[in-house]
């Protein structure tokens, strides 16, 4: 066996033109598109292949979103999961590990203690009447972090008695790499989940938007391309940019519109306990109400209106479209570069015409961070119901100087009318 | 080879010992001087104690990043000494924001600057992460981009493991100062403990990572541990002001360990189980219920303490190098005395959050100000029925 030590030392050291090159892509394309697309050149093909496929993923994307909450729910665990896979097996093979196999159990369980941690922090918060009624799923709650936290070590102890004397080092990157991974794709992957509760409109304008960037900015810069945006990737254009940008907006506000109408999109998902079913039905929040506002004398001569009638969600969507279409485009660079660190061209085989799932949401990452952090920031208000039950938790003595401190401050406000006993 | 950081005062004082006795000697000492350090910023009290976390912290982050920069000869691409640094600025910032504002409300609350800050906290974090994000992606350069992509790896492990550690010590230690000083002195004992119990009666090799460690000097480690731990919080369960929650006093603008010790803190009698009565002669004990968790504590620092050990040992080996840095004259660097330290730390904060301690009461009330008035209002009522209910109102 080659002394794998020195070689990966050799491997860090130089530059990047060390790198083995990766086996041609293999063509994953359906027969039947090919039988179809046969006469075309192989340019033309392309497109249409690329074509075909982006109109098969929105289809499915509308088709899931009738579905329902709980089918959406599935399919972002299925792509974190795709996603995670594709990440795992670049770094087996840059690093010749996939002979390993503790690597490989350990890097799955990794990932299931993770999801476990995850699952149990979000979940139990809003399935809290489903689990109040099962005693061994109350055990789990109490000791939520507790029960992670041991099976997380386990998986750290297993890692430090598999530690193979010439492996050391390609045992402490994969490690690193599950690490970072697991950061990349679990927790964005709740927090898409945590604004999907938030109300579907949260889930689905933002991702919209990004597609919507991705593609009218292609179509911006295959008409008027002229001017390189980033070195790191040469087919982007200002001009793609700065059009994809304001189309994304246009967009962004017209959708919202749309959805911002439906219940459906636009109540927080809740967990029915007597039907056993995911329903979305409330008193839409002042959001979704129709204001008017009045039109900034500027815009007035060129719309020619006085006031407008708009929902307040459309604000917010402007806020999300300018992060999908400026910042957004950051996490598209961040894989770009990881793609040539690694000299890999896609992520994988899966989607034929547009490489592997992680291609496709190598943008929407940053996006589900922003909007968590947004809704957090300037939306919505802490959990009424969790706020409750910790404060049910709380010793005696606490809970009385709470109430105290409440009642005064509900007086104070005039929501609740001084009284003389209590 | 390590350059010789032993002190010249050190180095004339033993200058007629062989170099083994000699090097025991500068452990011994640089030993006690660690442990009468720790002892005297306990007595000056939390802040300072929290600046001194603080200053590790930096320190660890310091030694990790160098050998990143070690081993992949990447000290002269400039932006990344920078973006490593902001990065540990903002992760530092975050977690101090989000301490700062469970702790110290009302001084937040008073401040309007403060109050804005805490208020956004979030997003001004997170708009600070990803300005150094975007500036990771604007700076790579064509030649290097594995290398920069594998110090951004490297940097974020590295926060991962530095970072929260130490706020999750800094928790511990509001919770009452107890919480931080046995933990962290099992630690120590232990590895003092098996040392000992290694170099007298070492045998049986325990695991090849590190090849000086026994299983006698485990074992024996392990109850040397555990009745340590027993005695030692014995004798500071008496005392208010390790017992009691750190709090900030805004009347007097400084941190205060005065409280009503909770039951743990208070002495019980226990009935001794059969079998030990024998041994031991004594049908109850007097004992405080703060010494039963010490021995899981204890227990912990002994049998998985380690592991971060093994963990760090096996590092240095991937990475060929014999110590984190030269700090610590005869120790190493300063990782090298904290690494059993890291799991200790998230260890005891997840058992006071699943075991001891209910959910922080200012925090609530301050969630509680953020909501609707139509749900401040259901929720008050309801706590008001509860509290008629059992009978404290």
């Not at chain 1, 679990?186 to 889930?203: A, D, R």
């Not at chain 2, 009698?269 to 968790?293: A, C, D």
């Not at chain 2, 380690?306 to 991937?318: D, I, L, N, T």
Request: charged share 15%; with cysteine.
């Amino acid at each position: 066996e080659v002394d794998l030590e020195e070689r990966l030392g050799e491997l860090d050291l130089r530059s990047d033109s060390d790198v083995p090159d990766v086996p041609p892509a293999t063509d994953s394309t359906p027969e039947i598109l090919k039988r179809a697309l046969s006469g075309l050149s192989a340019r033309w093909k392309n497109w249409w292949i690329r074509g075909i496929l982006t109109l098969a993923m929105i289809s499915g994307f509308f088709l899931i979103i009738y579905l329902g909450s709980f089918m959406l729910m599935l399919l972002v665990l299925s792509i974190q999961v795709k996603c995670y896979h594709e990440i795992i097996t670049i770094g087996y093979r840059v690093y010749h590990s996939y002979d390993l196999p503790w690597f490989r159990s350990l890097s799955w369980y990794f990932l299931l203690c993770v999801n476990y941690f995850f699952y149990g922090e979000t979940v139990a918060d809003y399935f809290a009447t489903f689990v109040q009624r099962r005693e061994q799923l109350q055990f789990l709650i109490r000791y939520h972090r507790f029960i992670s936290f041991a099976l997380y070590l386990t998986g750290f102890c297993m890692f430090v008695l598999s530690l193979v004397k010439k492996h050391y080092r390609l045992q402490f990157y994969m490690f690193a790499w599950t690490h970072v991974t697991l950061l990349i794709t679990v927790t964005q992957s709740h927090l898409v989940i945590q604004n999907l509760f938030e109300g579907m409109i949260w889930f689905l304008v933002p991702i919209s938007s990004v597609i919507c960037n991705d593609i009218t900015a292609y179509i911006f810069g295959f008409f008027f391309g002229r001017t390189p945006l980033i070195k790191l990737s040469p087919k982007k254009t200002w001009e793609g940019f700065i059009g994809g940008f304001f189309s994304t907006v246009v967009f962004g506000f017209i959708f919202s519109y749309f959805l911002a109408q439906h219940q459906y999109f636009v109540c927080p998902v809740e967990y029915n306990s007597e039907t056993n079913r995911f329903v979305t039905e409330c008193e839409p929040s002042e959001l979704f109400q129709m204001k008017k506002y009045s039109v900034p004398p500027l815009l007035q001569a060129v719309l020619g209106w006085e006031t407008v009638n708009m929902y307040p969600f459309q604000m917010h969507s402007i806020a999300l479209s300018t992060f999908a279409s400026l910042i957004g485009p950051f996490g598209g660079f961040f894989a770009s570069g990881f793609k040539r660190a690694f000299k890999i061209k896609d992520f994988a085989d899966t989607i034929p015409g547009h490489g592997g799932i992680m291609d496709r949401f190598d943008c929407q990452y940053l996006m589900a961070t922003f909007v968590h952090v947004y809704i957090t920031s300037f939306i919505r208000g802490p959990n009424p119901s969790k706020l409750l039950k910790q404060l049910l938790i709380l010793q005696p003595e606490q809970q009385l100087s709470v109430y105290k401190t409440l009642k005064s401050h509900l007086v104070e406000k005039g929501i609740l009318q001084p009284s003389l006993k209590g | 080879p390590t350059s010789d950081d032993t002190p010249e005062v050190l180095n004339r004082a033993l200058s007629n010992l062989s170099s083994r006795w000699k090097n025991w000697w500068v452990r011994g000492i640089l030993t006690l001087a660690m442990i009468t350090f720790f002892f005297i910023i306990i007595y000056l009290g939390p802040m300072v104690l929290m600046t001194i976390v603080m200053c590790v912290q930096i320190k660890c982050f310091h030694e990790i990043i160098t050998i990143g920069y070690n081993v992949y000869h990447s000290y002269d691409l400039p932006w990344f000494r920078t973006l490593s640094w902001y990065f540990l600025l903002c992760v530092n910032y975050f977690f101090y924001g989000e301490t700062v504002t469970d702790y110290f409300f009302t001084l937040v609350q008073r401040e309007e600057p403060l109050r804005i800050l805490s208020k956004y906290h979030r997003f001004i974090s997170f708009a600070l992460y990803l300005t150094g994000f975007c500036m990771f992606v604007l700076s790579l350069v064509k030649k290097h981009y594995r290398l920069q992509f594998y110090m951004f790896g490297w940097t974020h492990v590295t926060l991962l493991i530095v970072v929260t550690q130490s706020h999750l010590i800094i928790h511990n230690l509001f919770e009452g100062m107890i919480w931080f000083i046995v933990p962290i002195s099992c630690v120590i004992c232990n590895d003092i403990m098996a040392y000992m119990f290694g170099f007298f009666f070492g045998r049986t090799p325990l695991i090849k990572l590190s090849p000086k460690k026994t299983w006698e000097g485990f074992i024996g480690g392990f109850f040397a541990t555990v009745l340590f731990g027993l005695l030692l919080s014995y004798v500071m369960s008496g005392y208010r002001c390790f017992t009691c929650p750190v709090e900030f006093n805004n009347d007097t603008n400084s941190f205060t360990v005065d409280c009503e010790p909770s039951e743990l803190f208070q002495l019980q009698e226990y009935n001794i189980p059969l079998v030990l009565q024998s041994v031991v002669g004594w049908k109850t004990v007097r004992m405080y219920p703060f010494q039963i968790h010490s021995i899981a504590l204890s227990t912990f620092a002994s049998l998985i303490g380690p592991f971060g050990g093994f963990f760090a040992s096996g590092f240095k080996r991937a990475f060929k190098i014999k110590d984190f840095a030269n700090t610590i004259p005869g120790h190493g660097g300063i990782m090298d005395r904290f690494d059993c330290q890291y799991l200790m730390a998230t260890f005891v904060n997840v058992y006071i959050a699943s075991f001891i301690r209910g959910p922080n009461p200012s925090k609530l009330i301050q969630q509680f100000l953020t909501l609707r008035p139509d749900q401040q209002l259901h929720i008050f009522n309801t706590l008001k029925a509860h509290l008629v209910d059992k009978g404290i109102l």
